[in-house]
């Protein structure tokens, strides 16, 4: 039987993680165009700083996906630890097979602490995502509006 492993990334995951991380934003419909180089520099620094804790998704040695992620340092509740999962990600391969819910399952028992929250922003051009996070769980607690000032 394939065992998901959850292992914390390393220097040579970090261009895995970049081209990972690009294919993210395309398929939740961000609006960046931030290239594979920036991300690169991006979880380099996450990783030298330990800003942000990158883990790798793994089966049998092949990396299936990634989690980014940080305890909170304002939570809601200073006394109920929180971790804020800041990207998700199943290699496009290997989804609706249950990888995901397995994945979120271990990071629960692994990243989370007792009695702990997680908290997480998922994009409105995302439903997909929605319907993920709903079927493992997650209530909506609140919605983050935005509104750019025209320019000059
Ligand atoms: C969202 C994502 C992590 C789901 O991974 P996955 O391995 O396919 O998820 P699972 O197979 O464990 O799905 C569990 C349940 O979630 C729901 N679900 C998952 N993907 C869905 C989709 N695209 N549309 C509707 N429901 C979905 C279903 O209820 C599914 O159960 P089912 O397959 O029995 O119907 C994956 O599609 C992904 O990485 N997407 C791009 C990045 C992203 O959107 N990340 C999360 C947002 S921050």
């Not at 290239?35 to 380099?44: F, K, Q």
């Not at 629960?108 to 993920?132: C, H, I, K, W, Y």
Request: glycine share 6%; with cysteine.
């Amino acid at each position: 039987m394939s065992v998901l492993m959850l292992r914390p990334a390393r220097e040579d995951d970090i261009r895995t993680l970049a081209v990972l991380n690009r294919q993210l934003l395309d398929d939740e419909g961000h609006p960046t165009d931030i290239a594979i180089p920036e991300l690169i520099e991006r979880h380099r620094v996450w990783l030298s700083t330990k800003e942000w804790h990158q883990d790798i998704l793994e089966i049998e040695g092949h990396v299936v996906g990634y989690i980014v992620h940080a305890l909170n340092p304002y939570p809601l509740d200073p006394a109920i630890p929180e971790r804020f999962v800041r990207q998700f990600f199943i290699d496009r391969a290997y989804r609706r097979q249950g990888l995901g819910r397995d994945a979120f399952d271990l990071f629960m028992e692994t990243r989370v602490a007792p009695g702990g929250r997680v908290t997480l922003d998922v994009l409105e051009s995302n439903p997909g995502g929605q319907a993920f996070w709903a079927s493992v769980g997650c209530r909506p607690f609140f919605h983050r509006m935005e509104l750019t000032r025209p320019a000059d």
